[in-house]
């Protein structure tokens, strides 16, 4: 199902809307990762990249986001395209920020680049903030593809440590 979109810069969806298309997509069945017999996503690979490239596509549907979608790409690529594409993506200052963006129905995406090379990222839902006692601090919850997969958690149970939040501003080629 393709959203009505609201606006170009940045573009948004109705939160509501968002947090029912965030819910279902989460939970379909090509999202879960393959595992191998110790419990672990095989290849350390899961779906997280495509995940986000599916939402991505939400919101700017002629953007050339299917990069994000191919597994070689990886969350470590797209968190680092993230990081220099300023003309598409800014990098939300704190969590207030990222959830105040979120809760309007922007697209906000976490991610961290981890030093063994993987990477995970996340879609910021337009829910209500929660505290996390792990890291000490109220943080907005999420869509997670990962690990674990769920909707409407905190964002510590996504990452270990805390990553970087960037908001999609639109597709530069529209604006």
């Known amino acids: 199902m393709q959203p009505d979109v609201i606006?170009?810069?940045?573009?948004?969806?109705?939160?509501?809307?968002?947090?029912?298309?965030l819910k279902d997509a989460v939970h379909e069945e090509r999202y879960r990762a393959d595992y191998d017999g110790?419990?672990?996503?095989?290849?350390?690979?899961?779906?997280?990249?495509?995940?986000?490239?599916?939402?991505?596509?939400?919101?700017?549907?002629?953007?050339?986001w299917g990069r994000f979608a191919d597994p070689k790409f990886g969350?470590?690529?797209?968190?680092?395209?993230m990081q220099r594409n300023t003309g598409e993506w800014t990098q939300c200052v704190n969590w207030d920020?990222?959830?105040?963006?979120?809760?309007?129905?922007?697209?906000?995406?976490?991610?961290?680049?981890?030093?063994?090379?993987?990477?995970?990222?996340?879609v910021i839902a337009p829910e209500k903030m929660e505290y996390s006692g792990s890291w000490m601090k109220r943080v907005p919850l999420c869509a997670n593809v990962g690990r674990s997969v769920f909707y409407g958690l905190r964002l510590s149970r996504a990452f270990k440590t805390e990553p970087e939040a960037w908001l999609f501003l639109g597709n530069k080629e529209e604006t």
């Open 7 to 21: 606006g170009t810069h940045p573009p948004r969806i109705a939160p509501a809307t968002l947090a029912q298309m």
């Open 97 to 122: 920020t990222a959830h105040a963006h979120a809760a309007r129905g922007h697209l906000v995406i976490a991610g961290r680049v981890e030093s063994e090379g993987n990477g995970h990222v996340c």
């Open 75 to 81: 969350a470590c690529k797209m968190v680092g395209e």
């Open 38 to 64: 110790f419990g672990n996503p095989y290849q350390g690979m899961t779906h997280c990249n495509q995940f986000c490239a599916e939402v991505l596509g939400w919101y700017a549907p002629s953007f050339p």
